[in-house]
């Protein structure tokens, strides 16, 4: 969604009723409490069922997810809201809601008609939803007027590009939005935590369609069953005991005998309309370039059960940097400091140094305000003749994220990596940070894969990016088309 507009549902047997957005009313940050179907008081109504049914070809998936809830603790109407975590790359095609024997369907509307409509369907009793966008990976709706015993179902389906993780193609269902510090400036969070009606479970399938014969499945966070299709590129993925805990993203990689090949899907639809995907993965080896390397590292209170995976992402990037650099540390939470007060020499001594420093680390520093930290850094000089690398180390848990990676898109201060830590960190956040610093986003469930990812993610840094690229279009039976105008800055894979 472009942040003008919201998506506005529309009863199918009562068009002429209006219906408008209401802002929550303020509540304290305990009473905000979660992602699925709250009061606006806070107070969650029971999930019944929850059920998730995703194709994933190629590099493309398309998800459809279907919740039911159930308003029996309810004892008077209340208006509730809807609040639940999408994928940073997804895009909703369809939403729909069933209340009371009504279905409503989503509708494409100016945030200010929208608001409108709602607000006065709300005053006259009846039912009505708006779908606003908070963050890139957390949607919120409003569904109006709920009344006790009612039950609720709501069907959303969005379509996403996946990432390639190595070799594999990935793809992600985020199930949780973890807490989220809010920086004194915000106005609005976006408050989720553990929601107990989440023990529920959720049933997961999945069936993949890849360009060429599957080699490998596998989860780093889940425990998965598969089934063969009756090609070598088919397969269907499901959560091995049927449900799980809405408690972290699942991610599942697959690998393809020719992972890296170019290749061009066409599909044709019922009504005759054609779409095609041409899918390019660029495989460059460049010259390695002399590095200042900074790593700020998140040590807020939302990182205790995610700080020995950052102390040890911190110690395999040091032990391996190359010999010729520099390197400063910088902790952060409501405040931040550097363990020098410039970056310096890489040598046995620093070295040393650095790592009993880091293994004194812990979550002690309050909030997460990784802006200030950011600003410091990317506002500093650069080493003559030695290319900055700023590598952040977060779960990602703040609010303020579009003001984050506005920051770093305006500055000029070196490449920002960025690496996600726990089940639940932001891709928001942290691919943001990444795509604006012109830099990689990585991200570690769970300290299984941290080697392998902090490796790559060191071994990009030491690659030059690339500049001033062009696409030319060559067409079959005529001369080239124009070349595309040059995009931005984009590191070397």
Same mark, same amino acid.
């Given at each position: 969604?472009?942040?003008?507009?919201?998506? !506005?549902?529309?009863?199918?047997?009562?068009?002429?009723?209006?219906?408008?957005?209401?802002?929550?009313?303020?509540?304290?940050? %305990?009473?905000?409490?979660?992602?699925?179907?709250?009061?606006?008081?806070?107070?969650?109504?029971?999930?019944?069922?929850?059920?998730? &049914?995703?194709?994933?070809?190629?590099?493309?998936?398309?998800?459809?997810?279907?919740?039911?809830?159930?308003?029996?603790?309810?004892?008077?109407?209340?208006?509730?809201?809807?609040?639940?975590?999408?994928?940073?790359?997804? +895009?909703?095609?369809?939403?729909?809601?069933?209340?009371?024997?009504?279905?409503?369907?989503?509708?494409?509307?100016?945030?200010?008609?929208?608001?409108?409509? $709602?607000?006065?369907?709300?005053?006259?009793?009846?039912?009505?939803?708006?779908?606003?966008?908070? #963050?890139?990976?957390?949607?919120?709706?409003?569904?109006?007027?709920?009344?006790?015993?009612?039950?609720?179902?709501?069907?959303?389906?969005?379509?996403?590009?996946?990432?390639?993780?190595?070799?594999?193609?990935?793809?992600?269902?985020? =199930?949780?939005?973890?807490?989220?510090?809010?920086?004194?400036?915000? #106005?609005?969070?976006?408050?989720?935590?553990?929601?107990?009606?989440?023990?529920?479970?959720?049933?997961?399938?999945?069936?993949?369609?890849?360009?060429?014969?599957?080699?490998?499945?596998?989860?780093?966070?889940?425990?998965? /069953?598969?089934? @063969?299709? &009756?090609?070598?590129?088919?397969?269907?993925?499901?959560?091995?005991? *049927?449900?799980? $805990?809405?408690?972290?993203?699942?991610?599942?990689?697959?690998?393809?005998?020719?992972?890296?090949? @170019?290749? !061009?899907?066409?599909?044709?639809?019922?009504?005759?309309? =054609? +779409?095609?995907?041409?899918?390019?993965?660029?495989?460059?080896?460049?010259?390695?370039?002399?590095?200042?390397?900074?790593?700020?590292?998140?040590?807020?209170?939302?990182?205790?059960?995610?700080?020995?995976?950052?102390?040890?992402?911190?110690?395999? $990037?040091?032990?391996?940097?190359?010999?010729?650099?520099?390197?400063?540390?910088?902790?952060?939470?409501?405040?931040?400091?550097?363990? &020098?007060?410039?970056?310096?020499?890489?040598?046995?001594?620093?070295?040393?140094?650095?790592?009993?420093?880091?293994?004194?680390?812990?979550?002690?520093? *309050?909030? =997460?305000?990784?802006?200030?930290?950011?600003?410091?850094?990317?506002?500093?000089?650069?080493?003559? *003749?030695?290319?900055?690398?700023?590598?952040?180390? =977060?779960?990602?848990?703040?609010?303020?994220?579009?003001?984050?990676?506005?920051?770093?898109? %305006?500055?000029?201060?070196?490449?920002?990596?960025?690496?996600? !830590?726990?089940?639940?960190?932001?891709?928001?956040?942290?691919?943001?940070?990444?795509?604006?610093?012109?830099?990689?986003?990585?991200?570690?469930?769970?300290?299984?894969?941290?080697?392998?990812?902090?490796?790559?993610?060191?071994?990009?840094?030491?690659?030059?990016?690339?500049?001033?690229?062009?696409?030319?279009?060559?067409?079959?039976?005529?001369?080239?088309?124009?070349?595309? /105008?040059?995009?931005?800055?984009?590191?070397?894979?």
């Amino acid at each position: 969604f472009a942040s003008f507009f919201s998506l !506005l549902l529309l009863k199918r047997r009562s068009s002429a009723k209006k219906m408008m957005h209401v802002r929550p009313r303020p509540v304290s940050p %305990r009473a905000r409490c979660c992602w699925g179907l709250v009061s606006l008081a806070g107070e969650p109504i029971s999930l019944v069922s929850a059920a998730v &049914h995703a194709r994933v070809i190629d590099f493309a998936c398309e998800v459809e997810v279907t919740q039911v809830y159930s308003a029996n603790g309810l004892t008077a109407n209340t208006e509730a809201k809807f609040i639940f975590p999408l994928d940073e790359h997804a +895009a909703v095609t369809s939403m729909e809601v069933r209340l009371r024997d009504e279905v409503t369907v989503a509708q494409l509307k100016r945030k200010e008609e929208a608001k409108r409509e $709602y607000d006065s369907a709300v005053a006259s009793g009846h039912s009505a939803q708006m779908l606003e966008e908070k #963050r890139g990976d957390v949607f919120e709706m409003h569904i109006g007027n709920i009344h006790p015993n009612d039950k609720c179902q709501v069907k959303i389906t969005y379509v996403a590009d996946l990432r390639v993780s190595g070799a594999a193609v990935e793809f992600v269902l985020p =199930t949780a939005v973890a807490p989220r510090y809010s920086p004194a400036s915000e #106005r609005d969070p976006v408050g989720a935590g553990a929601l107990t009606q989440a023990q529920l479970g959720l049933s997961v399938n999945v069936d993949l369609d890849m360009a060429s014969a599957i080699v490998g499945v596998r989860s780093p966070t889940h425990t998965i /069953a598969t089934t @063969p299709g &009756h090609t070598l590129e088919k397969m269907s993925v499901a959560l091995a005991a *049927g449900v799980t $805990y809405l408690d972290k993203d699942l991610v599942i990689l697959v690998e393809t005998a020719t992972p890296h090949a @170019p290749r !061009l899907l066409v599909q044709t639809s019922a009504t005759g309309r =054609t +779409a095609a995907m041409l899918s390019i993965v660029p495989q460059l080896t460049l010259e390695a370039v002399r590095c200042e390397f900074v790593f700020i590292v998140d040590r807020s209170g939302s990182m205790s059960d995610k700080i020995v995976d950052a102390r040890n992402a911190l110690q395999l $990037y040091m032990r391996s940097l190359p010999a010729d650099c520099y390197f400063n540390i910088i902790s952060f939470g409501n405040s931040f400091t550097k363990l &020098h007060p410039a970056s310096v020499k890489y040598s046995r001594e620093t070295l040393a140094s650095a790592a009993a420093h880091i293994d004194s680390m812990s979550a002690n520093m *309050g909030g =997460t305000e990784i802006l200030q930290p950011l600003s410091s850094v990317l506002a500093n000089k650069e080493i003559e *003749g030695y290319a900055r690398q700023v590598f952040v180390l =977060t779960d990602g848990e703040v609010s303020n994220t579009k003001e984050v990676i506005n920051h770093i898109a %305006r500055a000029n201060g070196g490449r920002v990596f960025a690496l996600g !830590l726990g089940p639940s960190a932001s891709r928001e956040l942290v691919e943001g940070m990444a795509r604006a610093g012109h830099g990689t986003a990585l991200f570690v469930p769970d300290s299984s894969e941290l080697q392998s990812k902090v490796i790559q993610q060191l071994r990009d840094s030491l690659q030059p990016a690339i500049t001033d690229l062009a696409v030319e279009w060559i067409a079959a039976d005529g001369p080239a088309a124009a070349p595309a /105008a040059p995009a931005a800055p984009a590191p070397a894979p």
